[in-house]
């Protein structure tokens, strides 16, 4: 079955600093799907970044990047140089590939708060 | 802004009451996805439908149903609730099967 750790329930940093949020997944398939959503306090869900599992290439948006391991089953989250408006919680989340449906499995979520 | 829109934002009612969440995907996008949010169970799928047809079921109860119309809009029905059925519920929708997934804000259900 399919699994997803945050073992990080809450983080807290002040600002600038940099922050890596883990991420630890299990499934038994070989083609997945990995993904990054944000949700700061007003609720809603923000898609960050969706990675399928024969890219192993980390990548880099701006502040955020996400490096990706499959010997450790990992798909950890990097904010460089926090701001206070990257206070949300965020959800790691896994989907096996099946071409004819897609679900989700999340992980329970990482609190951060950025502290000015 | 997703572009994904969900009504209403709010809803408080009491138990044994039936309510029904309306969800209008993105522009282009034929598959809607519904997932409920709680506090105890965190996010959990519900279902999936693409173009009309259900695609994929998860942890819905018998008291739920949904259905996606041909303009593609989605509506998810609760019945007989229970105090237990308070969450924030969530549509998302992708242009595809499968693909990234966009959130609406959400419909927060109360049930008093």
């Known amino acids: 079955a399919q699994k997803v750790t945050q073992a990080q329930t809450e983080i807290s940093v002040v600002e600038k600093e940099d922050v890596t949020l883990d991420c630890v997944y299990e499934t038994r398939d070989t083609t997945y799907y990995l993904f990054w959503y944000k949700q700061p306090p007003s609720g809603e869900l923000v898609f960050l970044i969706r990675?399928?599992?024969?890219?192993?290439q980390n990548e880099i948006s701006g502040r955020y990047s996400w490096n990706f391991q499959k010997s450790t089953s990992s798909f950890n989250f990097t904010i460089t140089a926090s701001q206070v408006v990257d206070s949300a919680v965020y959800f790691c989340a896994l989907s096996e590939a099946d071409q004819g449906a897609q679900k989700l499995v999340f992980g329970q979520g990482t609190r951060l708060t950025i502290n000015p | 802004d997703s572009g994904v829109t969900q009504t209403p934002k709010h809803l408080i009612t009491a138990t044994g009451q039936r309510v029904t969440l309306r969800c209008s995907p993105r522009s282009g996008d034929l598959s809607v996805y519904w997932y409920q949010q709680s506090l105890d169970q965190g996010l959990q799928f519900l279902i999936q439908?693409?173009?009309?047809?259900?695609?994929a079921k998860g942890n819905i109860l018998e008291r739920f149903s949904a259905q996606q119309f041909p303009d593609l809009h989605s509506e998810l029905n609760l019945s007989s609730l229970e105090l237990g059925d308070s969450a924030l519920y969530f549509c998302?929708?992708?242009?595809?099967?499968?693909?990234?997934?966009?959130f609406g804000e959400g419909s927060r259900l109360t049930v008093l």
């Open positions: 439908y693409y173009n009309g047809e259900e695609r």
């Open positions: 998302a929708s992708s242009v595809a099967v499968t693909g990234e997934l966009f």
């Open positions: 990675r399928n599992s024969f890219d192993e």
